[in-house]
């Protein structure tokens, strides 16, 4: 028979135990959501899409009478985002067999085996149909049409194309301009100059952009089948061409916004200092398009795309 002290001594150790087991399942949670939240996060690409909502509210901004935000005006936006979210599920589903190809995309969910197929083409399609139903039921036919046309053009023919031609560039240029338009028309305002103008300057980004991508990973595009520039024509002339292009046509909207009213000369001149901070970057990428020099001209790309959203942001408040 124990001794009183021996019976406490047990108990002190088994209550010592279950501390221990019990903080051990606490982590073991806490990891689990953490992992859980991470994987949804990849699978709905959130930065991407943060990215895109954040470019539609500049547009209805830059298109809004007032700053006053109703209800209808809000639901149109979450029936966007449902068309748009399921666009880029379906995206994946169909990349699937590509993405297991290239390392930086083999980790995703599907490709991956952590989540399946199946499952995400019905969650994809789910998503579209419940925006699309939205939409309609909110009686904006416009908008509705313009938000089936940009999932159309990404899931439908952008997304194919990228295996068969370097024409996928200016077409996924479209489609990544396309949030500018769809938050202008959720208040209505297609005919605002400056909704446009946004337009157009975030078409143009996309090209110096894409082409860094295309040859920081122009191995792993090349062995996935992707017929980006750098792997369509391995002479690099196309990609310089993409690149100058958009370089060109930055500068050419901003002249060309002054002439017609879409900005002011305050405006055309930070817009002009931005393609400037871009210009250094993309000579030195043109010149050897290599590793470096294509990170470089990415990371360029996307402080630049940023600033110009605050821009736009900025003069909408002031204007």
Known sequence: MSNPGERLANTVVAMGDKSRELARQNSASEVSIVGWLREWGAFLRVRILFSIVATMVTGAALAAESAAVDGTIAAKLVFLIGIIVGAVILNQVIESESDRLMPRTSRRPIPAGRMRRSWAAVAGAVLTLAGTLGL????????????????????????????????????????????????AGLVDGYHVPQVWTLFTLIFFWQFPHAMAIATLYRDQFSQAGIQVAPVADPSGRLMR????????????????SVIWGGINPLMAGLLTIGTVYLTLPTLTFLRDPNQSSGRRLMRHTLVYLFLLILAFAVFRWFH
């Not at 993409?242 to 060309?256: E, F, K, R, S």
């Open 136 to 183: 309609l039921a909110s009686g904006d036919i416009m908008l509705t049409v313009l938000g089936l046309a940009a999932w159309a053009l990404y899931v439908a023919i952008y997304t194919p194309l990228k295996k068969k031609t370097s024409w996928q560039t200016p077409i996924g240029a479209v489609v990544g301009a396309a949030p500018v338009v769809l938050g």
């Open 241 to 256: 061409l993409y690149t100058l292009a958009g370089l060109a046509g930055l500068q050419l909207c901003v002249i060309g």
